[in-house]
Protein backbone atom coordinates (compact mmCIF):
# COMPACT_ATOMS: atom_id res chain seq x y z
CA UNK A 1 0.00 0.00 0.00
CA UNK A 2 1.66 2.95 -0.93
CA UNK A 3 2.30 5.64 1.68
CA UNK A 4 2.52 9.20 0.90
CA UNK A 5 3.59 12.08 2.55
CA UNK A 6 3.84 16.07 2.11
CA UNK A 7 6.55 18.55 2.90
CA UNK A 8 7.28 22.33 1.81
CA UNK A 9 4.91 23.98 3.45
CA UNK A 10 5.44 26.84 5.98
CA UNK A 11 4.49 30.43 6.75
CA UNK A 12 4.96 33.32 3.37
CA UNK A 13 3.67 36.68 2.57
CA UNK A 14 0.95 37.61 0.43
CA UNK A 15 2.52 37.21 -3.35
CA UNK A 16 5.24 34.92 -2.09
CA UNK A 17 5.24 31.25 -3.72
CA UNK A 18 6.07 28.00 -2.46
CA UNK A 19 6.18 24.39 -3.54
CA UNK A 20 4.76 21.75 -1.95
CA UNK A 21 6.23 17.93 -2.57
CA UNK A 22 4.54 14.62 -1.79
CA UNK A 23 6.60 11.68 -2.01
CA UNK A 24 5.29 8.02 -2.11
CA UNK A 25 6.77 4.79 -1.07
CA UNK A 26 5.32 1.18 -1.05
CA UNK A 27 4.14 2.10 -4.30
CA UNK A 28 5.52 3.10 -8.28
CA UNK A 29 3.93 6.52 -8.35
CA UNK A 30 2.69 5.73 -11.97
CA UNK A 31 0.35 3.72 -11.02
CA UNK A 32 -1.74 6.38 -9.04
CA UNK A 33 -3.29 9.27 -10.45
CA UNK A 34 -2.73 12.30 -7.93
CA UNK A 35 -5.08 15.03 -6.38
CA UNK A 36 -4.37 18.05 -3.86
CA UNK A 37 -6.88 18.91 -1.18
CA UNK A 38 -6.61 21.41 1.48
CA UNK A 39 -8.59 21.96 4.38
CA UNK A 40 -8.46 25.67 6.58
CA UNK A 41 -9.67 25.91 10.04
CA UNK A 42 -13.41 25.36 10.50
CA UNK A 43 -13.87 24.91 6.96
CA UNK A 44 -14.89 21.85 4.72
CA UNK A 45 -11.92 19.83 2.76
CA UNK A 46 -11.80 21.12 -1.00
CA UNK A 47 -10.18 19.92 -4.39
CA UNK A 48 -7.22 22.09 -5.33
CA UNK A 49 -5.85 20.19 -8.58
CA UNK A 50 -5.88 17.04 -10.05
CA UNK A 51 -3.07 15.31 -12.24
CA UNK A 52 -3.24 11.77 -14.64
CA UNK A 53 -0.83 8.95 -14.13
CA UNK A 54 1.42 10.13 -17.13
CA UNK A 55 0.90 14.09 -15.98
CA UNK A 56 -0.61 14.69 -19.45
CA UNK A 57 -4.12 15.53 -18.04
CA UNK A 58 -4.80 18.28 -15.18
CA UNK A 59 -7.18 20.24 -13.35
CA UNK A 60 -7.67 23.08 -10.95
CA UNK A 61 -10.04 24.35 -9.21
CA UNK A 62 -11.26 27.84 -10.15
CA UNK A 63 -10.03 29.56 -6.95
CA UNK A 64 -6.16 28.42 -7.80
CA UNK A 65 -6.02 28.46 -11.48
CA UNK A 66 -3.67 30.51 -13.33
CA UNK A 67 -1.98 30.64 -9.60
CA UNK A 68 -0.68 26.61 -8.82
CA UNK A 69 0.71 24.27 -10.66
CA UNK A 70 0.37 20.39 -10.55
CA UNK A 71 3.34 18.32 -11.97
CA UNK A 72 5.19 14.78 -11.57
CA UNK A 73 7.78 13.24 -11.62
CA UNK A 74 7.50 9.60 -11.79
CA UNK A 75 10.66 8.29 -12.13
CA UNK A 76 10.93 10.47 -8.39
CA UNK A 77 8.02 8.69 -7.06
CA UNK A 78 7.35 12.38 -5.99
CA UNK A 79 4.10 14.82 -7.25
CA UNK A 80 4.56 18.53 -6.65
CA UNK A 81 2.36 22.00 -6.57
CA UNK A 82 3.93 25.14 -7.38
CA UNK A 83 1.80 27.81 -5.33
CA UNK A 84 2.04 31.53 -6.38
CA UNK A 85 0.67 34.68 -6.02
CA UNK A 86 -0.27 33.53 -2.66
CA UNK A 87 -3.47 34.88 -0.70
CA UNK A 88 -4.35 34.64 2.89
CA UNK A 89 -6.94 32.49 1.58
CA UNK A 90 -5.15 29.82 0.61
CA UNK A 91 -3.98 29.46 4.22
CA UNK A 92 -5.40 25.62 4.96
CA UNK A 93 -3.13 22.24 5.32
CA UNK A 94 -2.61 20.70 1.90
CA UNK A 95 -3.32 16.93 1.64
CA UNK A 96 -1.97 14.58 -1.39
CA UNK A 97 -4.11 11.97 -2.68
CA UNK A 98 -4.00 8.98 -4.63
CA UNK A 99 -5.92 6.60 -6.58
CA UNK A 100 -5.38 3.48 -8.60
CA UNK A 101 -8.35 3.27 -10.62
CA UNK A 102 -10.02 7.01 -10.71
CA UNK A 103 -14.01 6.76 -11.28
CA UNK A 104 -14.35 10.31 -10.80
CA UNK A 105 -12.90 13.47 -12.09
CA UNK A 106 -10.83 13.34 -9.38
CA UNK A 107 -12.41 16.25 -7.59
CA UNK A 108 -13.95 14.23 -4.86
CA UNK A 109 -12.44 13.78 -1.50
CA UNK A 110 -14.57 9.95 -2.36
CA UNK A 111 -12.33 9.46 -5.46
CA UNK A 112 -9.28 8.99 -3.67
CA UNK A 113 -8.27 6.07 -1.43
CA UNK A 114 -5.05 7.08 0.00
CA UNK A 115 -3.53 10.13 1.84
CA UNK A 116 -0.57 11.47 3.17
CA UNK A 117 -0.44 13.63 6.31
CA UNK A 118 -0.54 17.00 5.24
CA UNK A 119 1.12 20.10 5.58
CA UNK A 120 0.06 23.48 6.40
CA UNK A 121 0.72 26.66 4.79
CA UNK A 122 -0.06 30.21 5.91
CA UNK A 123 -0.40 33.05 3.97
CA UNK A 124 0.46 35.96 6.31
CA UNK A 125 -1.10 39.85 5.08
Known amino acids: QVQLVESGGGLVQVGDSLRLACAAS????????MGWFRQAPGKEREFVAH????????LYADSVKGRFTISRENDKNTVYLQMNSLKPEDTAVYSCAATMTLRGWGTHSSDYEHWGQGTQVTVSS
Open 26 to 33: GGALRSYA
Open 51 to 58: INWSGGST
